[in-house]
Nanobody, 115 residues
Framework: QVQLVESGGGLVQAGGSLRLSCAFS????????MGWYRQAPGKQREWVSV???????NYADSVKGRFTISRDNAEKMVYLQMNSLKPEDTTVYYC?????????WGQGTQVTVSS
């Protein structure tokens, strides 16, 4: 089992920044990659970013150049630095961890960007 707890969401004005954090615990040696999805009510879940165990990163086109994912294995944390936020970034953000057996999810953190 892997446990994930997100934090850092909130309300910010357009153009502002937020940093989301995801604390992970449990069978962390089994994690191959970690990342973030987001999902607004009534909409499909949208993949945002991923960081592999080797440190490779990738981003959705909609956030490329504005968001940065990072990982601190010593602190057992994954971060999503979000800059130049837009109202369309408003939604719930979920941290996830991929293992061979399954994907684990956090409970989500709300991000609201006002125009």
């Amino acid at each position: 089992q892997v446990q994930l707890v997100e934090s850092g969401g909130g309300l910010v004005q357009a153009g502002g920044s937020l940093r989301l954090s995801c604390a992970f615990s449990g069978r962390i040696f089994s994690i191959n990659a970690m990342g973030w999805y987001r999902q607004a009510p009534g909409k499909q879940r949208e993949w945002v970013s991923v960081i592999t165990s080797g440190g490779s990163t990738n981003y959705a086109d909609s956030v490329k150049g504005r968001f940065t994912i990072s990982r601190d294995n010593a602190e057992k944390m994954v971060y999503l630095q979000m800059n130049s936020l837009k109202p369309e970034d408003t939604t719930v953000y979920y941290c996830y961890a991929e293992t061979v057996a399954k994907t684990y999810w956090g409970q989500g953190t709300q991000v609201t960007v006002s125009s």
